[in-house]
């Protein structure tokens, strides 16, 4: 399971470990990717390309030759790309969430007028200083910043990927937006695409019902996928 660019593995572990916990088979492994987190000997990556093969070779060393699904949140949605462009065949499911397509923030097709969404929960507010303020407490912002939107590689496929995805996107994502991860959909004939309203770029946090349903109904096509 791969963060956002500046968040840790307690972004995505706090939403997703209760989704697993009814569940039984599943492995979870979450990255810390180069510069954030506890990973440490990672100064000498000079791109987005480099820090690819950095978590491809740790895919390969945790789990040789295993059949893996793929969950990606914003940066680690292009990660996740760039992954399943290299390993296809290794990968049984895709799970995009607010995923990030164009590297140019000029170029994302955002709406101008996006207002804040407001918070009137205190779960929500804890939330939010456990899983996203708390989890970039360890980055190298400086060494983030300077390597920032540096690609070197396309993450668009070369061909379909024809295993389950889901696409989640928020309405009010002012980081994002959603209309970029709909022009990838030809991509993944599989696809289930969802634009939620007052879903933010931090919409697992904000909808957490919802997104638990969501999950769950991926997981489901991912395991039933002999029916298709």
């Not at 491809?56 to 295993?66: A, L, M, R, S, T």
């Not at 695409?193 to 997104?211: A, C, E, P, S």
Request: charge should be positive.
């Amino acid at each position: 399971m791969l963060n956002g660019y500046y968040t840790d593995k307690r972004c995505l572990m706090e939403s997703m470990e209760p989704i697993f916990k009814d569940l039984t088979g599943y492995k979870r492994i979450y990255f810390d990717h180069p510069g954030v987190g506890m990973t440490k000997g990672y100064e000498n990556i000079k791109n987005w390309e480099e820090m690819l093969n950095v978590i491809i070779k740790f895919i390969q060393k945790v789990i040789p030759n295993e059949r893996f699904l793929l969950v990606g949140r914003s940066f680690g949605g292009y990660m996740a790309q760039g992954i399943l462009k290299k390993r296809r065949g290794l990968v049984d499911g895709l799970l995009l969430l607010c995923p990030l397509i164009e590297l140019d923030r000029n170029k994302r097709d955002i709406d101008k007028d996006i207002k804040e969404i407001n918070n009137t929960k205190k779960e929500t507010d804890i939330r939010i200083k456990k899983e996203i303020i708390k989890s970039i407490e360890n980055t190298d912002k400086d060494f983030m910043e300077k390597i920032r939107n540096k690609s070197t590689f396309d993450s668009r496929l070369n061909e379909k990927f024809k295993k389950p995805v889901t696409i989640l996107t928020g309405r009010q994502d002012q980081v994002v937006g959603y209309r970029d991860a709909y022009n990838i959909l030809d991509n993944y004939p599989r696809a289930s695409y969802i634009v939620l309203d007052r879903g933010n770029h931090i919409l697992h946090i904000f909808k957490t019902h919802i997104f638990n349903a969501l999950v769950k109904e991926w997981i489901n096509r991912v395991e039933n996928e002999s029916y298709i």
